[in-house]
């Protein structure tokens, strides 16, 4: 067996946890090291997981081959910039960029380098869509035709510690929560070809209620509800709507419908199930049947697209949440805004292809 990939952490917040959790699940890769604007933060989850602390700049001259970037979305540009000048893979949280200027420069000189910018969320990888991946492409609902996708909540200010940025640019559902649904319905439906949306702004302020922060005010600089269609390049005509405006609803994450049934998806923003499935033959008791969950990745598995990524580093194939399929979710992200503005369709030029679908049938941490 090769030597484990060596990972190092760029920003130490509130989701590094999860990833601290998951990594020793995985026999082939080795966190060595963490660095974070905050040295103090750095030293302290250092000191939890067993880690070497350091600043951002020793961390990308050490001997890491992958550097997962964990801070706010604004700063995602500069440091994978950062981290693909050190020499290293990149591995980022969602979105890839905050504008498709910044993100098609990230994945240009990644491909100048001959290195790898992966990026959030690997949720498409857990059991529950590649599930409903698998039963698309093996066709127990015939071609999909249409589809919707909801994503309607009120906001992160009631529990995030520090939630000033998810009404930043890069921020607000769209950038914050859309990359979840549209990573999804890609996977499942192949590229978007247009993009026809609008969208609204209901406050200029919000007032945190999370307990640190609790009636601190939060300038609001992004829409907080969108409403878009996606012609996808395959055909189907899937309905998206993303909302911070939102206290309840009933809609189902994503529905998918095709000439000879429905497919119901999970929550794309987790691992797990339910995935239902109806079909024509089951009308009499109008029953929707749980289809069996394909792989051991139900529970919160972030970290599984950076297994992969040093999966495909070793074995040298193409990793599955490669730069190409970010920054097609950034252009058709970045479309909802043009449109909202313009009142126009906008077309998606990117077309990339559907990543491998995860094998089925091994055990947990085995890639
Ligand atoms: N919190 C969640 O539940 C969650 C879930 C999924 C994805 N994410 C994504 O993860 C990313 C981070 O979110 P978070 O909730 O952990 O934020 P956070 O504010 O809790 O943590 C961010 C960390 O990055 C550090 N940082 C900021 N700028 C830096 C820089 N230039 N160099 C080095 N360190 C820097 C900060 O000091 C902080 O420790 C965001 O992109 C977010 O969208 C968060």
């Known amino acids: 067996m090769s030597d484990p990939v060596k990972i190092g952490i760029i920003g130490c917040g509130k989701i590094s946890g999860i990833y601290l959790k998951n990594a020793p699940y995985f026999q082939h890769v080795r966190l060595t090291a963490c660095a974070d604007v905050d040295l103090e933060r750095a030293r302290s989850v250092a000191e939890e997981a067993g880690l070497q602390a350091m600043s951002v700049e020793d961390l990308l001259a050490s001997e890491v081959d992958i550097v997962l970037n964990l801070t706010p979305p604004e700063f995602h540009f500069e440091i994978n910039r950062r981290i693909l000048e050190a020499g290293k893979h990149a591995y980022c949280e969602k979105p890839l960029a905050i504008n498709l200027e910044d993100g098609e420069a990230t994945v240009a000189l990644a491909k100048e380098k001959n290195l790898h910018v992966c990026c959030a969320p690997d949720t498409v990888l857990g059991a529950g869509i590649t599930t409903a991946r698998r039963a698309i492409d093996e066709g127990w609902i015939g071609e999909p035709v249409g589809g919707s996708a909801f994503m309607l909540s009120h906001g992160p200010e009631g529990w995030h510690p520090n939630p000033g940025f998810y009404y930043q640019p890069g921020g607000g559902p769209l950038f914050d929560m859309g990359p979840y ?33 609790f009636g601190k005010k939060l300038p609001v600089d992004v829409e907080t509800s969108y409403c878009g269609s996606l012609a996808f390049a395959a055909g189907a005509l899937v309905t998206a709507n993303f909302s911070f405006d939102v206290w309840g ?17 999970p929550d ?26 394909q792989t051991p990745y139900i529970d919160n598995s972030r970290f599984l697209g950076v297994a992969d990524l040093a999966a495909a580093i070793l074995e040298g194939r193409t990793p599955r949440a490669n730069g190409d399929i970010a920054l097609h979710v950034l ?37």
């Open 268 to 293: 794309p923003n987790t691992f797990r199930g339910p995935v239902g499935l109806y079909r024509p033959e089951d009308r009499n008791d109008r029953q929707w049947k749980d289809l069996p969950l």
């Open 181 to 213: 649904y549209l990573t999804t319905l890609v996977h499942l439906l192949g590229p978007v070809r247009r993009v026809q949306a609008v969208a609204h702004r209901m406050d200029k302020v919000r007032i945190a209620t999370s307990a640190n922060l």
């Open 331 to 367: 252009e058709v992200m970045c479309a909802y805004l043009t449109s909202s503005t313009s009142g126009r369709a906008v077309d998606i030029a990117s077309q990339p292809e559907r990543p491998a679908r995860m094998p089925t049938g091994r055990p947990f941490g085995m890639m």
């Open 249 to 265: 609803h009933r809609h189902a994450p994503i529905e998918i419908y095709g000439r000879e049934g429905s497919l119901g998806v």
